[in-house]
């Protein structure tokens, strides 16, 4: 079991550091827009937070999500890994956590917002009925219609020991 989780920067680590590592990071304001938790907001402490999420199974995984994929920036997984909690979840050997992201409660308002405008058009695409003929145009989909034209961009990369594919 160790050998398997040898890769996962969860291994080992206790919630009391994980949380005092992003609090010391970010900041409790920046943890509340970012995970929508009560325990970053209403008189946030270190052992408030840690009892809620000893308690609480599904804020502790949103909360060791966060800190696989925002702060220690490791290449997102599979559709089978992400059924698997965080700390189940493996990482090929070789791949190390890059530098946190930086992150505003602005920039977590933009973020919010384009997720929730693009989840209300792809609502809007997948209810309307298609009707496509001689009198409707055809529209493109997303992925067509946002293609870059330039020719000059490099390849993505092949190598299969690169997971962010660059």
Known sequence: MIELQQNNPLHGLKSETMVSELVDFYDWKILYAALRLECFNNNPSLESCLKFLKKTEWARERVESFYLYRFKSMPKGSAAQFE???RERGFADGIVPRKPQELTVELIAEMREKATADYEEMKQNNSRP????KDKPRVQDNYAQNKRSDKNRPAPS???SNPWGK
């Open 130 to 133: 298609k009707q496509y003929g």
């Open 158 to 160: 092949q190598d299969p």
């Open 84 to 86: 698997l909690k965080p």
